[in-house]
């Protein structure tokens, strides 16, 4: 985890070893270029990188290469949260819903309207309108909505049991990861928390492609604690066949 993806010695190393990449690689290049020079700031440019990635497969676009592995995380997520103290009466939001693949297994679980889906991107919403369909999940009657920030300025206070944010930080600048910390804490009721999982690194922080973020686990516990959140870094979900590290953030009282 101390590499920097960034570097150019690190992609030539990694294109030696995986040639077959360099071509989707280029690709990928060239619709970041395309898409930064279109838009305004990080939060439209990943709107449109979603809205490219849905066209072509809307369990891809949320980091799933197969439906097999998007039935796997989503069960994954969700266990963990139930194993860590989510209750059916809890009130919950997910950032980044992405096309639910999570968050169909917590529509099931928890009591009807208590789950609330946001997502920056509506093509992705899309598909979880249709997920929702697949599952026979209508009648649980949750709520999906898309934004064009975090500040939750819609949502009522102290509202939340919990908070979900699988895979996102890893796609967000410091930021857009500061917007959400400054406001979370006003949606989320006493005794509730906020789980989050980022791409961590124990080097230097980079991102690759303004697509992928990489953080110090220092730095976002200490980004939270400047907006009055306690962060503790969850070791067992290391354990976990998943890429991605997670922290738990508490309102102090």
Known sequence: MSRTRSSLVHQAGYALRHPGKIVPHLRRLTRDTWLRLRTRDHVAYYRAV?????????????????HRRWLALGRMQFDYLREHGLKPEF????????????????????????????????????AAQDTLVEHGLRDKLPH???????RFAFLPDDHFDVVHAHSVFSHSPPEVIEECFAHVGRVLRAGGWFDFTFDRTEGKEHQVLREDFYYRTETLVAMADRHGLDAVFMDDWERLPHKQSKIRVTKRM
Do not use: Q, W
């Open 91 to 126: 009130r919950m939001l997910e950032i980044g819903c992405g096309n639910l693949r999570a968050g169909r297994l917590f529509i099931d679980y928890l009591d009807h309207g208590n789950y609330y889906g946001i997502d920056i991107s509506p093509d992705i919403l899309i």
């Open 50 to 66: 979603m809205k490219s990635d849905a066209a072509r497969s809307p369990e891809g676009a949320v980091g799933s290469h197969t």
């Open 144 to 150: 999906l909505t898309p934004v064009r920030d975090l």
